[in-house]
């Protein structure tokens, strides 16, 4: 939408991008350049099932869908979950072991019967583990540049300049709750938005 604050002034218009529950409004956008990941909001459905959340063209709403993760195959869920399974062998038998931990199961490093390795699906992170849930972390503040300070490389955070990001809370379902926080001197903090 294109807003003009004063309209008896010349040079102060700009556009400002709608924004869906839980997105950052773009303040000063060109025409045309609005954009939101839906996965930002709906990735949740995704990951809840093991699966990646793809959103094919962000300036649409409505095409988010759930895909499989290798070396899953099967149909990915537009709107929804997909229909995914595991492979023939060690993961059909034991990827519990993965799956319960919301992690991605693949067949052992060493080929032997009945070991299954399970890897942390993104956007968590964290070292692979031999027949056991992996450790996994989500540094909210580190994995998107939507919860970076602002700075000349990443012009488009949500912190503003003197405020710091800080992710306290990074296992799993603890998505959407960092925190800008002011700098010394200064006090205040907001979740999931500028202080």
Do not use: F
């Amino acid at each position: 939408a294109c807003i003009e604050p004063n309209t008896g002034a010349d040079g102060d218009a700009y556009c400002q991008c709608p924004a869906p529950a839980g997105a950052l409004t773009q303040v000063g956008a060109a025409v045309g350049d609005c954009s939101y990941d839906e996965c930002a909001d709906h990735g949740g459905t995704c990951h809840a099932v093991n699966q990646e959340c793809e959103d094919a063209d962000t300036r649409n709403a409505g095409d988010w869908r759930c895909v499989c993760v290798d070396p899953q195959t099967g149909t990915p869920g537009e709107q929804r979950a997909g229909m995914c399974v595991d492979p023939p062998g060690d993961c059909q038998t034991h990827g519990h072991l993965c799956h319960d931990a919301g992690q991605v199961c693949l067949p052992g490093a060493d080929a032997r019967d009945g070991h299954v390795t399970c890897r942390c699906m993104a956007p968590m992170t964290g070292d692979d583990a031999e027949n056991a849930a992996a450790t996994c972390a989500l540094d909210e503040c580190a994995a998107t540049c939507v919860s970076c300070s602002k700075t000349a490389e990443r012009p488009g955070g949500a912190c503003s300049a003197g405020q710091t990001c800080v992710d306290a809370n990074q296992g799993r379902g603890q998505e959407h709750d960092w925190r800008c926080v002011c700098d010394a001197p200064y006090a205040g903090e907001a979740v999931a938005a500028a202080a």
